[in-house]
Every structure is written in C-alpha cells, then in structure tokens.
T-cell receptor, first 112, second 118 residues
Framework: QKEVEQNSGPLSVPEGAIASLNCTYS??????FFWYRQYSGKSPELIMS????GDKEDGRFTAQLNKASQYVSLLIRDSQPSDSATYLC????????????FGTGTRLKVLA | GAVVSQHPSWVICKSGTSVKIECRSL??????MFWYRQFPKQSLMLMAT?????????EQGVEKDKFLINHASLTLSTLTVTSAHPEDSSFYIC??????????????FGQGTRLTVV
C-alpha cells in the first residue's frame, strides 16, 4: 500500500512565526510532489510543486524535498491568520502515471 | 488560466434518486480528469480517472455501476451518483490536467460539490 503520511495537527503557531509542515511517502518511485492548501468547505488550491532534491522558494513559502529520506516539507515564513487552513501533501505515484496520492493533511492554526 | 468549474456547488437529493455533477475545464483542454471524494476531516480519496473518449478507470472499492463517469469531450466530464443513499453524502471534487503537459505536472481543482442525501 503506497502511502503519504502527515501529522494531522492542529499545528498552532503565533502570527509572524515560521510554520513547518512535514510529509513522508512510501513509494521510492515517486517523482513529483505538491503542496495544496484547503480551507474548510473549499476545494484544494496549489501552493507549491517540487521535483528535485533541495529547496524551492516562492514568496513566503519554501518547499524542501529529500528523496533519499522520502520526505517533503513546507515552510511558511511570517505566518498570517489567513494561512490557517489544512495543508495537503500530494505525491505522484511514479513514472508515466497521472495519479496523485494525498496525505490526510495537517491543520494549521495561526494565532493572532 | 487553468480554471476548472464544477456544477452544482451543492445539492440535496432524496434517497434513491440520481445526481449528476459536471466538471468543465474552462480555458484549456483536459485529456484526463480525476474524481475525488472527501468525507469530513479526511483526505481526498481518488474515485476514478476519466479519460476523454474512453472508459473511466475506477479505484479499488469504488462501484462503477453506482458512480457513472462520462468524459465525452476534452472539456467536460460528468459524475452521476445513481440510487444515492445517505452514506453517499460527501464532498465530491474533480481535477484536471492540461492536455499536452507532462504526466508529473500539477492538476487544477474544481470548487467541489457538496452532496447531501436525505
């Protein structure tokens, strides 16, 4: 069973702090990784995609990928109350397939 | 760009009736669309992969006769929940990949459909 695991949280951080969200995956053949944000009752929206080992930065967001250790993380700098949401990690199942596996999501609360 | 529109946003139906949900890619062609179901406080569970002009591929445990998927064009896929029951009440979400882009690129999500069966 190929799995993507996340801590369900809630992860509470004060406003302005760095929020760190982690995700591990079991399929070593996975090649593309995505972070989505989902507000309650809404559909997921893409925040970041990452394909290579290392860091990828986009504004306040940094995705980190370590394929050897099979984890991917998302850092949110200068967290804002509007960042409060559930963050879903999605992993593409491997070469040639279009399917994602989603983690259960981490609920983030940014305290004003 | 890359907008996926899902309709309706919410629907209430009586037990035993059928409900159709539409998923449209508004500004791009989508060779492949995906249908997910999400129960409260749970993650998205892939139900089926819908390919234009061919039969959908269902995930293990998803009843293909109950969840009918049609992908008649490059911009429209439909999910019909047949003989709906209260346990089918859930949040149904579609997503689509842009035709011509790689298999490992991101998918874009519709806004979801909240189905309540009474």
């Amino acid at each position: 069973q190929k799995e993507v695991e996340q801590n369900s949280g809630p992860l509470s951080v004060p406003e302005g702090a760095i929020a760190s969200l982690n995700c591990t995956y079991s399929d070593r053949g996975s090649q593309s990784f995505f972070w989505y944000r989902q507000y309650s009752g809404k559909s997921p929206e893409l925040i970041m995609s990452i394909y290579s080992n290392g860091d990828k930065e986009d504004g306040r967001f940094t995705a980190q990928l370590n394929k050897a250790s099979q984890y991917v993380s998302l850092l949110i700098r200068d967290s804002q109350p509007s960042d409060s949401a559930t963050y879903l990690c999605a992993v593409n199942q491997g070469s040639g397939t279009y399917k994602y596996i989603f983690g259960t999501g981490t609920r983030l609360k940014v305290l004003a | 760009g890359a907008v996926v529109s899902q309709h309706p946003s919410w629907v209430i139906c009586k037990s035993g009736t059928s409900v159709k949900i539409e998923c449209r890619s508004l500004d791009f062609q989508a060779t492949t669309m995906f249908w997910y179901r999400q129960f409260p406080k749970q993650s998205l569970m892939l139900m089926a992969t819908s390919n234009e002009g061919s039969k959908a591929t269902y995930e293990q445990g998803v009843e293909k006769d109950k969840f009918l998927i049609n992908h008649a064009s490059l911009t429209l896929s439909t999910l019909t929940v047949t003989s709906a029951h209260p346990e089918d009440s859930s949040f149904y979400i579609c997503s689509a990949r842009v035709k011509g882009q790689g298999w490992n690129t991101e998918a874009f999500f519709g806004q979801g459909t909240r189905l309540t069966v009474v």
